[in-house]
């Protein structure tokens, strides 16, 4: 344990008293509501934060689990929950989104004018001929048209899956196939850190590996103006199509029980994975969390860094904060464009109130402001901060410490906000005006969720002892299922060993003895959190073997990185001789070029270490435990008297 894990930061008295959860006894007022009646808590946050075309008469079915269903009878529409309802309280004028570009130019979207702007399109979209159920791939970069998108797709009842725009030809040709999506919408290109990158493009390049025929159009933004290629027919320019749309449009009332959104994520096994989220339950948690987590008031400026492209981007930029009617920031360039201090820079100008960011971010900008003065947090005004969060990945104690006190004055408390994906919203976190701070520690569950540390057969273990990490009750914003694999839902998130009664997270936890605070010690299966991004160690390992001119075999595991938490690392065998030397090096950069094309640059291994072949038991079992050690450059410890070749252990510790 750290120095630092004993210490408690108790929540500021003045914000404790006016937050929407003030101190611990509220707090622990609502735990106890939702133990004493589960359906009933949630029916009462569901009516008093969502507005219900029909209201629902029974919040829980679990007659088919645990393919769980809430509200199922009540309808809604998700946009409508967005931006109609806050027009009509009188926030029309109100800025809903501060969009700022990757050159600095700012633009203000009121409540209104993106009303009107999600209206038009959902236009466009029903005029193309999308339909209520239909999947829309959305890949584009951080942009108000992102947003609008995804709202309109939801004012249809189209079901929006958005493709993180860092993903290769091939990882987009994947989910669109999968999900048998209908239109892709996308930009002509996306700026970043002053680049023009190619999205159009890679569309393009996607629907031409096959596999795509449901696509029947391809609608792009104009956001550089640079050359792109245009099929006929099938490619619409954005602005030419909403241009000539009414800004009105009755929205699609839909089943609580709806699918808003597949969103594809890394599992353990096999191809990513099409994580498939409700209506009604996924918008309750999400204007919920938001409120409660960061404590959210009418004047904050809200600002979540997140990509679109992820589930953080989902929850706390295109519903949460909307469904709450709070003004947020839209960021489309990096933290370190024009310079490291451009977070800094960007929460001074625009007096961001709450900021919400990764631990890999923190640790990127700890590093950039110990080297260069010029971009440290106290070279700005952050005086407007009042609440930090943190997303993604543990965040360590010595990072924690820096950001409380460096971005935060030493008075703004920090939510280390512990989900999922899966999870839809916030599962373990801090509430900002009651829980006492441990950095490193997720603290405590969020009031109505039933998180607990078992053994391997389900029984709970004693506080101070580690084990994995499950959700006993289903709760509103869960995964429904995997887009067309419903089996494999179960088997990944409602295993036999829990008799199948236990929601499995895949990570493990820990409570503390004395206050029972959870922290949580990694994932459990194969899976990688490299920058807060989830990748599984079985699709980095297909990558490299379909690269089938070079590489035999290969076997990727995680080790610790002091700036992305994690990092790959990939061990190797080649159809030819174990190169070394410079032949080692440019092979490696061969190797990681694959995986970027492949996958995304943000597969791309590390290191890469090759042997004549890979450490394996005599049953012929690859020792992953013992490339771990490897990988982290610890001494081999573990008994390798089954090793058929202790040999490669030398030829494995070099890594290119
Ligand atoms: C990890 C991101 C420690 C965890 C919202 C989880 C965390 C995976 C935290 C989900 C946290 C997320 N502390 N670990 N506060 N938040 N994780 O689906 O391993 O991209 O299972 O969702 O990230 O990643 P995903």
């Given at each position: 344990m750290s120095e630092h894990a004993s210490k408690l930061y108790p929540a500021p008295e003045a914000l404790a008293r006016a937050?929407?959860?003030?101190g611990m006894a509220a707090y622990e007022k609502l735990v106890a509501e939702a133990r004493e009646d589960y359906e009933g808590y949630w029916s009462r946050l569901a009516r008093e934060l969502v507005s219900w075309k029909k209201p629902f008469t029974k919040a829980l079915d679990q007659s088919n689990a645990p393919f769980f269903k809430w509200f199922e009878d009540g309808t809604l529409n998700v946009s409508y929950n967005c931006l109609d309802k806050n027009v009509e309280a009188g926030?029309?004028?109100?800025?809903?989104i501060i969009f700022e570009a990757d050159d600095g130019k700012v633009t203000k979207v009121s409540y209104k004018a993106l009303l009107d702007k999600t209206c038009q399109m959902a236009n466009a979209l029903k005029a193309q001929g999308v339909k209520k159920g239909d999947r829309v791939v959305i890949y584009m970069s951080m942009s108000v048209e992102g947003v609008v998108a995804m709202q309109a797709c939801a004012r249809i009842g189209a079901t929006h899956s958005v493709v993180f725009g860092g993903f290769s030809a091939q990882s987009l040709r994947d989910r669109i196939e999968d999900a048998r999506a209908v239109m892709v919408i996308t930009a002509d290109e996306q700026l970043r850190g002053g680049k023009q990158l190619p999205l159009k493009a890679i569309v393009d390049e996607a629907i031409g590996?096959?596999?795509?025929?449901?696509?029947k159009s391809v609608i792009v933004y104009k956001r550089t103006g640079g050359n792109i290629a245009w099929t006929a027919g099938r490619d619409q320019w954005m602005h030419e199509l909403t241009a000539?749309?009414?800004?009105t449009c009755e929205p699609e009332w839909v089943s609580a029980e709806h699918p808003l959104f597949l969103l594809y994520t890394s599992g353990s096994t096999g191809k990513p994975k099409g994580v498939q989220h409700s209506t009604g339950g996924y918008l309750l948690m999400a204007a919920l969390t938001t409120k409660w987590t960061f404590d959210l008031k009418p004047d904050d400026i809200f600002w979540c860094t997140a990509d679109i492209g992820w589930v953080t981007g989902h929850t706390y930029i295109a519903y949460g904060p909307l469904a709450l009617g709070a003004t947020e920031i839209v960021f489309e360039g990096v933290p370190t464009y024009p310079d490291a201090g451009r977070f800094w820079k960007m929460i001074q100008d625009h007096k961001v109130s709450i900021f919400y960011t990764a631990p890999t971010a923190i640790r990127s900008l700890i590093k950039a402001a110990e080297s260069n003065e010029a971009v440290h947090p106290k070279k700005y005004d952050l005086s407007s901060l009042r609440i930090l969060g943190s997303v993604g990945e543990p965040i360590n104690p010595a990072a924690w410490e820096w950001y409380h006190e460096h971005v935060g004055g030493g008075r703004c408390p920090i939510v280390d906000t512990f989900w999922q994906t899966e999870t839809g919203g916030h599962m373990i976190t801090p509430l900002p005006g009651a829980t006492p701070l441990v950095p490193g520690s997720c603290t405590l569950p969020f009031p109505g969720i039933d998180a607990a540390v078992v053994d391997e057969t389900g029984k709970d273990v004693p506080w101070g002892q580690g084990g994995i990490l499950v959700v006993k009750k289903p709760w509103p914003?869960?995964?429904?299922?995997?887009w067309g694999d419903p089996e494999r839902f179960k088997k990944s998130y409602y295993p036999a060993d829990f008799q199948g009664k236990y929601y499995l997270a895949g990570d493990g936890a820990i409570r503390d003895e004395k206050t029972g605070y959870f922290t949580i010690t990694g994932r459990i299966d194969d899976v990688l959190n490299v920058s807060g991004h989830r990748m599984g160690t079985m699709e980095i390992e297909s990558a490299l073997v379909s690269c089938t001119d070079l590489v035999a075999e290969a076997a990727v595991v995680g080790r610790p990185d002091e700036t992305t938490g994690e990092a790959i690392c990939a061990f190797v065998v080649l159809k030819r001789p174990r190169p070394t030397g410079d032949e080692a090096k440019a092979i490696a950069k061969q190797l990681r070029d694959w995986v970027g094309k492949e996958i995304g640059p943000i597969a791309k291994p590390k290191d890469i270490r090759f042997g004549d072949n890979l450490p394996k038991t005599?049953?012929?079992?690859?020792m992953r435990r013992l490339l771990r050690s490897v990988a982290k450059g610890e001494a081999v410890t573990q008994d390798t008297s089954t090793l058929e070749n202790p040999a490669i252990l030398d030829q494995l510790g070099q890594a290119y």
């Open positions: 937050a929407h959860v003030p926030l029309g004028d109100k800025t809903a590996l096959g596999g795509c025929d449901s696509i000539q749309q009414s800004t914003s869960m995964i429904r299922t995997i005599r049953s012929g079992k690859i």
